[in-house]
């Protein structure tokens, strides 16, 4: 039996009008409607459907503000059995301190009974748009990983996972335990039923607060130059400004 955990992450609809914050550093978030990416989103139907096929239960974990309960109920809603919450403002945390909370919950999650033997992950952050996460859980849980592929199965505990690579396509087998990252295209996600969303909203989430202070993350603030000041200066006008045309190309250096 394997029970995958799979992790999502609230970010803005890049479909509508995204409205950067006064100082150019954020989005807006009155203005834009959130989501998950659509990595995440196979990479939860790769975990319901590794849950299904091995008889386990597919867990979501996010780490968000209050509202990214959100996403976490559409996870539930087209088959994740339970989530998790660890309630954060994640503008904080940088990939190393995700990492770490996301290694926290399944050491947690075992100790308690229920452990994770695969860890899903989108390929890459939709909004800060890095490709840490993965390797650095795995790094954290002395696991194996594998990157950027869009399908997954289980058997025999391995994991096979497979993908368009730069010579064709490519497939990779990993012992479990095993963290992987997946690339949107392998999978159609599922659309929520009536019923799944009915359930998903009264379906408990367990909340939990992060386990050390985030060290934060490492980022280049934009910083727009002053506008320059600039003049201009009339010549003259017709055969008239000749001369003094001469004379700014000899002081430019294109006449001799």
């Known amino acids: 039996m394997v029970s995958p955990l799979v992790c999502v992450k609230r970010v803005v609809d890049s479909s509508s009008e995204v409205v950067l914050t006064e100082d150019a550093q954020g989005v807006d978030g009155r203005f834009a409607g959130f989501t998950m990416s659509a990595h995440e989103e196979c990479a939860v139907e790769l975990a319901v459907q590794v849950a299904a096929a091995e008889g386990g239960q597919a867990a979501v974990m996010t ?3 209050a509202d990214a309960v959100e996403q976490l109920r559409a996870a539930l809603a087209v088959g994740c059995t339970s989530a998790t919450h660890v309630v954060a403002d994640s503008q904080g945390f940088g990939p190393a301190d995700v990492a770490r909370e996301i290694a926290a919950v399944v050491r947690d999650h075992e100790a308690a009974g229920t452990p994770h033997q695969l860890v899903l992950l989108g390929n890459d952050a939709a909004d800060s748009g890095d490709f840490q996460v993965g390797i650095r859980l795995a790094y954290e849980l002395g696991w194996p990983v594998v990157n950027g592929v869009s399908n997954v199965s289980v058997a025999d505990g ?12 490519e497939t990779f087998r990993l012992p479990l335990p095993a963290v992987v990252t997946v690339l949107e295209g392998g999978v159609q996600p599922r659309y929520p039923t009536v019923p799944g969303r009915m359930k998903a909203k009264k379906a408990p989430v367990e909340e939990r607060q992060p ?3 985030p060290a934060g993350p490492s980022r280049l603030r934009l ?4 506008p320059s000041a600039s003049s201009v200066q009339v010549l003259g006008k017709g055969p008239e400004a000749a001369p003094a045309v001469v004379d700014l190309f000899e002081q430019l250096g294109v006449l001799p």
């Open 63 to 65: 780490l968000g503000d």
């Open 211 to 213: 386990v050390a202070t």
């Open 158 to 169: 391995e994991v096979t996972a497979s993908g368009s690579g730069p010579d064709g396509h």
């Open 223 to 226: 910083v727009l130059p002053p």
